[in-house]
C-alpha cells in the first residue's frame, strides 16, 4: 500500500492490508474533521521524501 501527503512529498509505503478502521464518534469526527478511517497494518513502514508544503487555513 502507498499513501501521499496533499502536496506530494511525502511519501508511505506499507505492505498490504484487509482490516480497516473506521470511526463516526463525535471525538474522532472533532478531531479528524470528519470519519476517522485507520488502516492496521504492522510495524513495517516506510516514510521517505523531502520537506512537506504548508497551506494555508481559512479563517
Known amino acids: 500500500?502507498?499513501?501521499k501527503c496533499l502536496c506530494g512529498a511525502i511519501e508511505l509505503t506499507a505492505d498490504d492490508q484487509k482490516e480497516v478502521g473506521l470511526c463516526h464518534c463525535n471525538m474522532c469526527r472533532k478531531w479528524s474533521g470528519g470519519p476517522l478511517f485507520a488502516v492496521?497494518?504492522?510495524d513495517v513502514v516506510t516514510i521517505e521524501g523531502d520537506e512537506p508544503v504548508?497551506?494555508?487555513s481559512s479563517n
Open 1 to 3: 500500500m502507498k499513501g
Open 54 to 56: 504548508a497551506y494555508r
Open 40 to 42: 492496521h497494518c504492522n
